[in-house]
Nanobody, 128 residues
Framework: QVQLQASGGGSVQAGGSLRLSCAASGRTFSRINSMGWFRQAPGKEREFVAAINWNAWSGSRTTYADSVKGRFIISRDNAKNTVDLQMNSLKPEDTAVYYC?????????????????WGQGTQVTVSS
């Protein structure tokens, strides 16, 4: 199994920044080549935020939800075995619990049901 641990959440004012990290570990981690970030606000369904996919042939690819394009950046730190989400220009509507997820796939995944492993959420609160 793959263990995922999300961290870096907190409370910031609108316009501020936060950097979330998802640490991956486990004996099967080497099979993982796709990870994503999702968020869920109270009373709402979990929604896609960003995803990253990597392989030995084409390197890394990323995709983002329209609501965060230009503000959020997803990246992989191979040395630390983490996938990070840099969140800039935060808005109150970004307030949610953020979850990281992982899967063994060669394509970018944006749906909740497509991911095999999930970490515990980290709370992000953006005040007006």
């Amino acid at each position: 199994q793959v263990q995922l641990q999300a961290s870096g959440g907190g409370s910031v004012q609108a316009g501020g920044s936060l950097r979330l990290s998802c640490a991956a570990s486990g004996r099967t981690f080497s099979r993982i080549n796709s990870m994503g970030w999702f968020r869920q606000a109270p009373g709402k369904e979990r929604e896609f935020v960003a995803a990253i996919n990597w392989n030995a042939w084409s390197g890394s690819r990323t995709t983002y939800a329209d609501s965060v394009k230009g503000r959020f950046i997803i990246s992989r730190d191979n040395a630390k075995n983490t996938v990070d989400l840099q969140m800039n220009s935060l808005k109150p509507e970004d307030t949610a619990v953020y979850y990281c997820a992982a899967s063994n796939t060669i394509v970018l995944l944006t749906a909740v049901h497509e991911y095999d492993y999930w970490g515990q959420g980290t709370q992000v609160t953006v005040s007006s």
